[in-house]
């Protein structure tokens, strides 16, 4: 993937309907290489959409999302955008890992059966070399001992970091987070942050959508507020968190203080 002026992720005035309902109403942001974005922002305020439009979970109707400088989900032609066929979505996709709040692990397959099913599957890995990267995946997240255990054996925390590993497997260029903490009890939330906190170190590119303010504090590069289907504010965090450049992201942050 290259990159267009230094940006990993450049998203230009997207706007996404739901039927009638506009959900993204023109959201622009731009992630360089290495670094890590929050999003917060109240329920309802199009975060998980626009992380969903990212990946091609689902499809916006306006504006544009380039990763790596490949326009996602369509080609331009002369201004018109045509959606890219199925296949060719696929492949952008396997370069951008996504992390859910639910932990969307497969059920009936064990830790480390979940972590090599896709690179061997879509990347053609043997399986010994899949395996071979999973349980260095495994080490990394702390979970070497779980290897052999199915999801259901594991706590909600140990469930994410597995996901994690397995959304690492498939080596994205980009990873994306939403809300990946809510589900959890306090005690299993921090290990679980201090694993993405660790990939954040390790340079990858990640955009959080989080209520862990504390987290985007110290782990960001910039934070941002969605409001809307907009981007209200953005900021360094010292800048962010410390002036609130904004009325909406300080009457926000009184509703979660
Ligand atoms: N699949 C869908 N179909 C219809 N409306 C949706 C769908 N997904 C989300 N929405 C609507 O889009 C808006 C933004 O939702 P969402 O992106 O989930 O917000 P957030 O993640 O910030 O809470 C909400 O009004 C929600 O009801
Ligand atoms: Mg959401």
């Not at 990763?67 to 296949?87: A, C, M, S, T, Y």
């Not at 495994?138 to 979970?143: A, I, S």
């Not at 140990?158 to 987070?177: E, G, S, T, V, Y």
């Amino acid at each position: 993937m290259t990159d267009v002026d230094g940006a990993l992720v450049r998203a230009e005035n997207v706007h996404k309907w739901f039927g009638q309902n506009e959900v993204l109403k023109g959201v622009s942001l731009h992630v360089g290489r290495g670094e890590v974005l929050s999003i917060i922002g109240p329920s309802g305020s199009g975060k998980s959409t626009f992380l969903r439009c990212i990946n091609q979970l689902e499809t916006y109707q306006k504006g544009r999302i380039h990763v790596g400088g490949e326009l996602i989900g369509f080609e331009d032609r002369g201004g018109r955008l045509v959606p890219l066929p199925n296949r060719r979505i696929v492949a952008q996709r396997r370069n951008i890992g996504m992390v859910f709040q639910q932990f969307n692990l497969f059920w009936h397959m064990t830790v480390l059966e979940n972590i090599i099913e896709a690179p061997m599957l879509v990347l053609g890995q043997r399986r010994v070399e899949a395996e071979a990267t999973a349980m260095a995946l495994l080490e990394r997240v702390g979970l070497s001992e779980k290897a052999h255990a199915y999801p259901m054996k594991l706590s909600g925390g140990q469930q994410q970091r597995a996901a994690i590993a397995r959304a690492l497997a498939m080596k994205p260029d980009l990873m994306l987070f939403d809300e990946p903490t809510s589900a959890l009890d306090p005690e299993t939330t921090g290990e679980v942050l201090n694993v993405i906190a660790d990939l954040a170190r390790s340079g990858m590119t990640m955009i959080v959508v989080t209520h862990e303010m504390a987290f985007a504090r110290q782990v960001s590069d910039r934070v941002v507020l969605m409001e809307d289907g907009k981007v209200d504010c953005e900021a360094d965090p010292e800048t962010f968190f410390r002036d609130q450049p904004s009325a909406r992201l300080k009457a926000f942050l009184a509703t979660i203080h």
